[in-house]
């Protein structure tokens, strides 16, 4: 587990676990990033940007990746548009590209996505593309650049869980590049499940915003992401489809 | 999370990860309970007492709380007298009471295991029975002294995981003793989920036995069930059942 | 499937659905029975017996087999006083024996039931115990002289389906009863499921009761359950668990 | 039920079960689709070309009307060509557009099937595109021309039923097009459910095809997708996800 890297566009990362910091306040994500022992967060460019609330760059700490998304935008177009204002503001070079134009479910536009995946990869950006978990789809953002994806687990905020389990799975199976679970993952045991998959990485923001306890629901994911790894390359036993089998020996002992 | 303690027959425990024994070779015990910050391991009294590979008990680091099962047993009597054996070789006071008489889903026997766990509780043993997750048995249980039930998720050594999921949080709801989850449970994300539903403890040993590497899968179902209990503890959040919610401010930010 | 018989107490029946009346205005039950087929008909006894809503009685197709059901019962020898009383009223020789005494999940009490079961049996009555799916109790019951079982699928009236879908189907598997699946089933979806795993027959009653509309949804229900028989008779087909497989030609049609 | 219609480019059908022929010995499909009760049959143009096995049309009912499909396109193109040859063949104006170039999980690719449906529509083809379930693709679809959409329970042939069940139900919420879902649909049971869901119609081949008895199953299809319908239409009963609800009157018997 020591040397078990994560390797996103060429850079290293120990921690699997990926906050969002849509729905904090700026004053809880300095420890949420701790509890989580996250090394990136995501950002959308408006609180980058605000002078509202404090800027929220103040509140994350140093060393911390970020990456800036392309919340709001509803074409590729717009999306590239806001990953180069990211960059100009100082955000870095990675980029999330969220294109949605669905109000209600709130799902990516994969080809959308596509489109704004090459023209950013081009232009030197490290693209993470959230998607709809579509192997086609998938294919499509690698062959454009992609240095992972992010395909969903369920509709954003919804706490659902792995509702796209099977596809997901065929992703993990059929693609070479970093697969991050996005969205919908409402518990810890939902992303420790995702993680013994062979899914890289886990990405959450509802889950842990709506929270009682933000600080701890954060820590509760870390370990759980860090235990679905574990178990992961520990090698998951089999499972018995029918009947039991004993894990005492069970017979003759009163015999004796 | 620092305080929060488990409490068995007056006892008080940390680690929420009982280990099962009955599965591994001896000089593997000692790393499994390491790396599983286990307090408490089963044992059935066979190896307790056999002379070919070793005595087991050389293998259990100091300080480990014995938890002797009574295997083997097929009915209370048999149960009571392999309960006693196991105090008189010097295991305790606590025992996990199993009567089982079928031999092809190996599923306990409730009503022996009542009458079983009213005898013993009688005697002073601190009795924590493995029980078919029947509230009314579960209740008879409580009745009959038990410092603790231990429901199962699934069939031993299955690794089907939470079959019985609706039919534990009916006990977790309306029982006062600690419910501690117990065969069947096959993966960490089956156990954390377990914790999340307010379950006490977990007790696993076929899904560590049978991985790959069993050091290494005892460290991930430890952190999953302390997953599970802080995401308890911090209150999960809310499932949103039809369409999504935006994490990050999502209209505007272009026509700005 | 013309000969397809389901044979309870040395009784023959064609239909494997049973209906409950404990839900419904009496003026719906003929309607509710013609839609479902029914030929076999549970009853509480005090609505055989009251006089307020006019005798339920009066309202049930010639021909169909009254199950008469120890509602209200919260010991053995409460069911027993019941179900003598329905057969002197006229009721029949079959009884469906319901020992409840837990008001909030209204789960049966295996042990009273079975105590029960020995009784009425003895004294010649075709005996449906209601039981909670444990083996063990399944077993006591077929010795206790029980015609056929009746394992929950959920808690009465829940509508939640198959919750014990795994200990369903190990009855199943070991018994040489006929398994009836009552409680729970609430949607024709989960009938047919049932049926599929080589469970005998259904009975249902609120999943009817509350629907919107009453005849039709008692139609549904015997259409699935007919289906569900007709597919364990016919040998399901097999799943595929990791790709696909071509259902049409795929290749070379172009090249040619 | 009498009135109740699905309608698809204009034409009228009262059955919503629409048959695979792929991988059917040419003498069971006319049984199959008699107790299919099916007005559609799918039917791949090699089939309907070839001279080896006897041709597929001359078994099939008079009054069935068939939906050729372009089973080895691998992008727009070939499906167009396909189309094309199918309606000069005498096969009719219904087309089912299947786009796939992965031929281990047979994964249909949105994005060639939007723009072969576009072509084909409007020269006045009745359009029905096999698709991956997502609403961005769905939409595309609607606005291309087609009649009625097929997305996908699991990959073809393998029988594991309703993997796509979230998004189905977005579908079948945000589209005015009837929704028949195609493929992975592997027993009766799941092909109620998604009717019950409501879904127009559903569409199952290898199911049938790899069951023990042909016609049988074929039946229970039927049998269980009329059920769903009418649950659908009848308007499911409420599921009460903590305790039970009494459905017999419980109390107060034995006092009177």
Redesign the interface.
Known sequence: ?KHDKLVIGGHEFHSRFIL?S??YNVELIKAAVEQAGAEII?L????ANSSGEGNILDHIPQGVTLLP?T???RNAE?AV??ARLARELGCGDFVKI?V????????????ETIKATEVLAKEGFVVLPYM?P????AR?LANAGASAIMPLA???????GL?????IQ?LV??LDLPIIVD?GI?????A??AM?MGVDAIMA??????????P??A??????I???R??Y??????????????????????QE
């Open positions: 587990m969002g849509g729905k995501t959308a460019l408006r609180r998304n919340s709001g935008a717009e548009r806001i969220e949605i134009h669905d109000s209600k479910y709130l799902l990516p536009d994969n080809y709809y579509d192997l086609n789809a499509d369920a509709p954003i905020g919804s706490n659902k509702c796209t389990r099977d596809f065929i199976d059929e969205a409402g518990r810890p045991s939902q420790c499940e013994e923001n509802t889950a842990i915003a709506t929270a009682g306890d933000i701890a629901m820590e509760a994911f870390r370990k759980a860090e235990a679905g574990a178990a390359l520990a090698g998951l036993g089999r499972i018995v489809e029918k009947g039991g089998e004993a894990s005492s020996p069970l017979t003759g002992f009163l």
